[in-house]
């Protein structure tokens, strides 16, 4: 194949990824609105794209499925990263929860400097400062200054932690380098379906797993395997393309999230949500350059 064909399919395959994970929130929320709980419906979603994937792909976990000690930490922190964001889009605003979960690269910075030794670039100091400034325009509410909670929705703290998680989850798959990527990806579906679990044991809810309507069952085998498929081609995408053009892509997920939250649900942004995303947009287009490693004199 042509390597124009193949970069234009790699273009398409990032931003149909971007597409689907900005209109993924929807069906979340409507199974949530039928009263089918978050738990229920990460569990059943990410066990199904686990079960799909190790059919469609037995022979290249047979080959490169291995034990590392890694594997359960990035299983609990992508697990809660996809778990809480699920959680906050179900029921709070969307963009809001996006926006919060894009300052990823804020605490990827802490993070590749205290576990890879990496040290920030001036891109990388700009990440920050962008970052740090969207967040508290996004935050800002009146009474703020007087002792007002920063966060006092449910929802913004799941949305934070996602993205927290999220960061670390990364740098640590960035550390294990040689973990194959659809092992990682494997272990990105167990986790979450781990935590709707452990969520659906905590509140007792077990014996009701399967008690779904046929519709709901439908919305969640759809999800299960449009999960799985856009896990396949945005790995496809990611290979084939630098990864600034990658993030610039991925973008576009902000602009699907606030098109069809505004279509969807009646959730427009106000002036001041859209300057902070602006500014949170700006730090992710830099993030792809914001940190080089510690020179070895100066890690000794």
């Excluded at 913004?156 to 998680?165: H, M, P, R, Y």
């Amino acid at each position: 194949m042509p390597l124009v064909k193949q970069k234009l399919l790699a273009i398409v395959a990032v931003v149909t990824t971007a597409l689907v994970w900005g209109l993924m929130w929807y069906p979340f929320r409507v199974l949530s609105q039928q009263g089918i709980s978050t738990a229920h419906t990460s569990l059943l979603v990410y066990l199904l794209a686990a079960l799909l994937g190790g059919v469609l792909f037995f022979d290249v976990y047979r080959k490169q499925l291995r034990w590392h000690p890694v594997l359960p930490l990035l299983a609990l922190l992508f697990g809660w990263c996809n778990f809480s964001y699920t959680w906050a889009v179900s029921e709070g605003m969307v963009m809001r929860v996006l926006l919060l979960f894009y300052l990823s690269p804020l605490w990827s910075a802490f993070f590749s400097r205290l576990l890879l030794h990496e040290r920030l670039t001036r891109s990388g100091w700009l990440v920050v400062a962008l970052s740090l400034a969207g967040c508290m325009i996004i935050l800002y509410r009146p009474g703020l200054l007087d002792g007002a909670a920063l966060l006092s929705q449910r929802y913004e703290w799941l949305a934070l932690s996602g993205g927290i998680t999220f960061a670390l989850g990364n740098v640590l798959s960035k550390r294990a380098r040689d973990l194959p990527v659809p092992v990682k990806s494997a272990t990105i579906w167990v986790g979450v379906a781990l935590m709707g679990l452990l969520a659906l044991g905590a509140r007792q809810q077990l014996g009701s797993l399967l008690d779904v309507s046929w519709m709901a069952a439908l919305i969640l085998a759809l999800l299960g395997a449009t999960l799985l498929a856009t896990s396949i081609i945005s790995q496809h995408g990611v290979s084939l393309l630098p990864a600034n053009q990658t993030m610039t892509l991925m973008l576009l997920e902000l602009v699907f999230a606030a098109i069809s939250a505004y279509l969807l649900a009646g959730e427009a942004m106000r002036l001041q949500e859209w300057l902070g995303a602006a500014l949170i947009g700006g730090a992710s287009l830099l993030s792809g350059q914001m940190t080089q490693p510690v020179a070895a004199k100066e890690q000794t």
